[in-house]
């Protein structure tokens, strides 16, 4: 955050100096017009090439301090992310699993980042999060994610082998939320296309 206080009084500071510097600078052109006209038409274009170099100068300077701020308030990118995704799984508070679920479920967009999901864990803790899960919602987020990862073979093939077949038919039916059946149904289908044997 020191950073960031830093590049945005730097911002402040010239912004500050730019507006005294133009303010100056139109006062002395209007003196000058007096005399010169052609001075004058040198003065502003002097003024204007000056004011876009500062110009850039800003937007360099506030490129910068957007890149501060970014690092500053999401420092977890790509892998990291990915990983305190799959270690939200792990606490016990729901909340935290139903986020770190949905997040899996939006990076599980092909199969090498469904890969790199079952490779650090995330296959495994979804299967438990669903076995421990006590509510619908909760439920729903991992079943959700299930079904996002079991869109590759290799990935279906982990979660075969984690439990997720027995976990899922364990799991009980939903009165009040259609899209729990909906996954389970789904994703029960997917497992028997795969000619995995599911269990009566």
Not at 84 to 90: C, H, N, R, T
Not at 132 to 137: G, P
Request: glycine fraction near 6%; hydrophobic fraction near 40%.
């Amino acid at each position: 955050m020191s950073l960031e206080r830093g590049c945005l009084s730097i911002m402040r500071t010239l912004a500050s100096q730019l507006t005294t510097y133009v303010c100056r600078r139109r006062a002395g052109n209007v003196q000058s017009r007096n005399f010169s006209s052609y001075n004058g038409k040198d003065d502003l274009a002097l003024e204007q090439d000056a004011e876009r170099k500062i110009g850039w100068l800003l937007k360099l300077l506030f490129a910068g301090t957007a890149a501060a701020v970014g690092y500053q308030f999401f420092p977890y990118m790509g892998d990291n992310l990915m990983q305190q995704s799959v270690s939200l799984l792990k606490v016990k508070d729901p909340l935290f699993k139903r986020m770190g679920a949905s997040r899996l479920t939006r990076f599980a967009i092909d199969d090498e980042r469904r890969m790199k999901i079952v490779e650090i864990g995330g296959a495994q803790e979804l299967v438990n999060m669903l076995g421990a899960a006590k509510d619908d919602r909760t439920r729903k987020e991992a079943l959700k994610a299930l079904a996002a990862l079991s869109h590759s073979d290799e990935a279906a093939g982990a979660l075969h082998h984690a439990g997720v077949i027995s976990v899922i038919k364990s799991t009980p039916d939903s009165l009040n939320d259609a899209e729990v059946e909906k996954y389970k149904s789904s994703l029960l289908k997917r497992f028997q296309d795969l000619r995995y044997d599911i269990p009566s």
